[in-house]
């Protein structure tokens, strides 16, 4: 039996970014946000042998695990892989504009064969583990509603419940993904409309949400919401997201106990992960606050000796020096 889990507010899966340790980040600032891993190419899931490594799942549930990837076979195996990891989902990414996934027939090049899109969701079906969707509203230039709508209609027969909607085309050719993601313009309508039309599918809408109060708003009206690049530059938001968003009755702060917290986590991992990969989640606490060039340049310079006693330490200050602006 499948748990009920809350994905009004979900933070979006980000290569480079939503790495199991920042997952741990989020986890601690958060409770109740719906997390995702980076995306993981089918076949890197199933073969690599540092598979263990970026997909840990250290009860950072509610969590979805996304992969890329077209051959049925694959992703059979990796739904099973999901759920042996320990997590909620298994989301398909039918987003990804980049040329390199389009080399690899994933990714949004795959809104063009809605069928396919179709038996890969069904190939993931198990009965002990959720399959959800990610795409785009349309391919191209163009918006084309009934486009989209057919795709909906299509990918919905494999079952599925839950899609996650970044409500802007792809363009697959003549710009780059990073550009993709600020054009074509945005078009919430389409997640409106698609909506109306099957009320009982949940459509979690993402692309351009820049404030909580702007996800809050948004949702009154729709049934989830996923932010990206808000979280990406500043994920110490996150700590007011169980009060502002959940109607939690907590009020967190910035304090000492996350630095503690956050370290203990990844100080075993110095031995065989990058210290850059590490801390990066981290780094993001200087976000908005004057004169934190000092710490910055002091945990420079103590990466590059891998001193990561030394790094918490500076963390522990800044804290302690900044807790009113941080909070
Ligand atoms: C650095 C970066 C990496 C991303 N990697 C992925 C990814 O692995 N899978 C995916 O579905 N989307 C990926 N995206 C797209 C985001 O999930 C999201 O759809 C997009 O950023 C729009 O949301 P936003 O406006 O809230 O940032 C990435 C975005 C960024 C900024």
């Given amino acids: ?45 199933i073969h690599s042998k540092s598979k263990d490594l970026i997909i840990e799942n250290d009860e950072h549930n509610p969590v979805a695990l996304q992969v890329g990837g077209s051959n049925l076979e694959d992703l059979k195996k990796c739904s099973k892989i999901a759920y042996q990891y320990n997590y909620d989902e298994i989301n398909l990414n039918v987003g990804c504009p980049s040329k390199a996934v389009q080399k690899g027939s ?14 890969c969701l069904e190939a993931m079906q198990n009965e002990k583990i959720e399959v959800s ?3 785009r509203i349309g391919l191209g230039k163009e918006l084309n509603y009934s486009f989209f709508e057919e795709f909906i209609d299509e990918v919905i027969k494999s079952g599925i419940n839950i899609i996650y909607i970044h409500a802007r085309n792809a363009i697959l050719s003549g710009i780059s993904p990073a550009q993709n993601r600020s054009i074509p313009r945005l078009d919430y309508d389409f997640v409106r409309k698609i909506k109306f ?7 979690v809408l993402n692309g351009g949400i820049d404030s909580l109060e702007k996800a809050k708003h948004l949702l009154y009206e729709f049934d989830g919401v996923m932010l990206g690049r808000l979280i990406q530059s500043n994920p110490f938001l996150l700590k007011r997201v169980d009060n502002f968003i959940y109607n939690e009755n907590i009020l967190s702060e910035v304090n000492e106990d996350i630095i503690y917290n956050y370290f203990d986590y990844i100080a075993p991992k110095i031995q065989y992960e990058s210290i850059f ?23 420079h310079t103590h990466m590059k000796k891998q001193e990561l006693s030394k790094i918490k330490r500076i963390f522990i200050d800044f804290v302690s020096q900044n807790r009113l602006l941080l909070n």
Avoid: H, W
């Fill in 133 to 135: 969707l990610k795409c």
């Fill in 197 to 203: 039309r099957y009320p009982n599918i949940f459509f």
């Fill in 106 to 119: 994933f990714g949004a090049c795959l809104m063009k064969d809605k069928v396919l899109v179709k038996e």
């Fill in 277 to 299: 990969r590490l801390l990066s989640p981290l780094l993001n606490i200087f976000f908005g606050i004057p004169d934190s060039k000092k710490f910055k340049s002091e945990i």
């Fill in 1 to 45: 039996m499948k748990e009920k889990i809350n994905r009004s507010f979900c933070i979006a899966p980000m290569m480079g970014y939503t790495t199991p340790y920042a997952r741990k980040l989020y986890r601690i600032l958060s409770k109740r946000s719906f997390l995702f891993s980076e995306m993981i190419a089918s076949k890197s899931l």
